[in-house]
Structures are given as C-alpha cells and as structure tokens.
C-alpha cells in the first residue's frame, strides 16, 4: 500500500487549518510572538511551518511505508488510508510532539505520536529512546509503554530534525498537583484545555500504578530501572475513567540504570538482590513524593496518601512477577517466587534510623536540584517513619 494522502495541520488553541500565510506558519518553533509581531527564541533552527514539512516529508517518504505499517498493526489488515491530520501539541525539554490522526474507510479514527528534535539533546535522546522502547516491548505483557514503528533523521535546507513513530494513548491525559482553595489536589488535563480536580483517595490509585509499572519493569537481576523519569514532565499519563481504573501509560523511556553504582559483584542472589531492590524500593518512594506545582510551578512534596499508594503499588508488582501474573511469560533467571515477604522481611531488619541514613545517601547520588533537596530534607524524617509504621504491619 503506498500512497500519498491528504494531510492538514494544526495546533491547540488555534481554529482552522495552519498553513503558508497563516500567523502561527513562520514562528520560531517554541518561540512567542510578542505585541509588536516580532518573534521570540529566534535561535530555533525551524519555524512551525517548516517543522510541519518535516514531519510530512519523514512520514510520506519511501511510499509511507512506517505510517502504512504502523496502521497495519493497529487496525484491519485492509484499513487503507484516507487523510491525516498533524497537530503540534507542546514543546517538551527534549521533544515537540506531533499527534498524527489518520482516517481510514473501515476502522474509527487511529492515533500515533511523532516525537521530533531539532536540536541537542533531543537529537541525540531520539535514538536511544526508540532503541529502549523497541527492546522493551514485549518485557511486560500487557503492555504500559507504547509501541514504536521507526525511526530516522530528515534534512530539510541544510537542518537536521530526528523523529519516532509511536503509539498514541488515545483517551489517556496528563495530570499533575495543582492548588485549590482547599489545598493541593491533583488535576487531570483534559483535551479540551479545562482540568478535572479529583481527591486523593482517588488520586492514589494513579500513584499505585505508577509504582506498579515502574516496579514492572524493574530489572530484579541487575537492579536497571527505568530513570530519569518525573511526574512534572508528563512522563506518565492516566486514562480518562482513572476514578473507576486509575490506568496508566509511560509514554516515554530515556533510559536505565541502576540506583546505585555496585561493586563487581553481580551476584544476583541473597543479600545482592535485595539490597539493590531496597536501593531501588526507598529512591522511588522519594522520587513519588516530588513534582511541580500545575507540571512547571514551585516544587512540592506530595502527601503520605501518595506513600502509601507507592508501597502497595511495589509490593504487588512483585507479587505479581513472582506469580506469573505479569510479564511476557518467562523471565531468565526466574524471580524468586517469595520475593515479596522475602523482602518485607529484610526491609524490616533495619531500623527507622537506619532507613534514613540510607535514603539520604540514595538522595547524594541522585544529584537532586535545590527545591528538591530542601523538601527532601525537611519531609525525610517523617517519610522513613512511615516507611518503617507500613512495612511492620505489612
């Protein structure tokens, strides 16, 4: 199936199409036009317009063979493609990501994203993402990443722009904290622009899963996970009926490491095992507790409710693995199937002093920014003893 289709651009917040002659066509990519029509951040190597052809050049290439074989795998064997919509969403740190609709004769509307850089890092980040998403597809089944369909770079007069091809959660939103006259309370951003408030006692179920899915792919034999990662850069989004399932999705995988740099001693038994486990186990209930005020704002140090959610998201994870109830079926070596009382257990010799100790060092190596380290400082004494309370009644 090769073809050239119909294809339109757009971007939130802007009625009609966008093209040649339109306002918003010549802007510097993640630039602003200010009163006096000038532009700001003219340092972006591409305007919207020519970042749109870009897009529309490195899907159509080669007869459209990425976008033919991605519908294929989403939809009818026979869906033949009848037009495509490019929309611009945002403008990420690394990524300015572009929501592709395509409209078929015989299935609804189908969703990809396309991520795209135009320059350092997010030239670089391009490839190695597509490479960790690609390698982890069928690691956990079913499946909380999304699946990609190519990869590659496009010139365009002289300009490099790298792109990969994904899935695009459809029905899935961003959601940070955000204040209310009540206090803090997290806040679904809906597609339409408008944020929906939901309580907390809804609200942890999205910090569970969270917990879940990173502790999914949690590699237990080595102690690689999934990082960096933050809840203010939308790295996770929660399905639109998140007070009925609290579902989520990573959208994104940078990279994985290890928490902490071990001796060479790989060992991946006994005290090896659960000491990277409890490396990994006390960072992420740190790293669950801290975004930003509405995904931007002032840093801010999520409640113990988010804690508890994230105890019980790890745990059953780990249950889970140990069970089979989770992962592609086979896992070499196999995870212990006590692993979850095994480590309770062993979280439970330590004291609550010992804890702390132990969290503020895992806190030195990650390199947090100020705000981070001074919320962490201030909450950790408190953060540890719950740790130690949740752990003992486990």
Known sequence: ??????????????????????????????????????????????????YFLAAQNFLTRDSS????????????????IQSLTISLEKHGAFYHPLKITITTRLCPSIYLVLNGAVKEPGLGLIKTEYQLLSSMAMKV??????????????????????????????????FHVTQTPGGNQVALWQDDGTHMVIPWHHAAR????????????YEIHTGHAIDPWHHAAGDFVVAAGVLQTGDVR????????????????????????????????????????????????????????????????????????????LGAGIEEPLVPEDICPVFVDF????????LKDITENLMDAWHPDAAEAALVRENIYSHCSRIYRVLKNA
Request: proline content about 6%; some cysteine; overall charge positive.
């Open 250 to 325: 990573l959208i994104t995988i940078r990279g994985t490491a290890p928490v902490v740099e071990t001796a060479s001693d790989t060992s991946a038994s006994g005290a090896h095992l659960l000491s990277r486990l409890l490396f990994y186990f006390l960072n992420l209930t740190l790293r669950m507790r801290l975004d930003r005020l509405d995904g931007t704002g002032p840093m801010v140090f999520l409640p113990q409710i988010v804690l508890d959610a994230t105890i019980k998201g790890v745990l059953t994870a780990l249950n889970h693995r140990a069970n089979g109830f």
């Open 347 to 354: 979280v439970n010799g330590f004291s609550q002093a010992q």
């Open 65 to 80: 063979e990425m976008l033919c074989r991605a519908v294929s795998s989403l939809a009818d064997k026979g869906a033949r």
């Open 141 to 174: 089944m079913p499946a909380f990443i999304p699946r990609v369909f190519g990869a590659g770079e496009i010139t365009s007069h002289g300009r490099k722009a790298a792109f990969f091809l994904g899935e695009w959660f459809a029905g899935f939103c961003e």
């Open 206 to 217: 999205i910090y569970e899963k969270i917990a879940y899915v990173l502790t999914a792919y």
């Open 1 to 50: 199936m090769s073809f050239r289709p119909d294809i339109s651009f757009y971007m939130p917040g802007y009625s009609g199409r966008i093209g040649p002659g339109t306002p918003l066509w010549d802007m510097p990519l993640s630039g602003k036009q200010t009163a006096d029509n000038s532009f700001q951040n003219r340092c972006d190597p591409f305007t919207v317009g020519e």
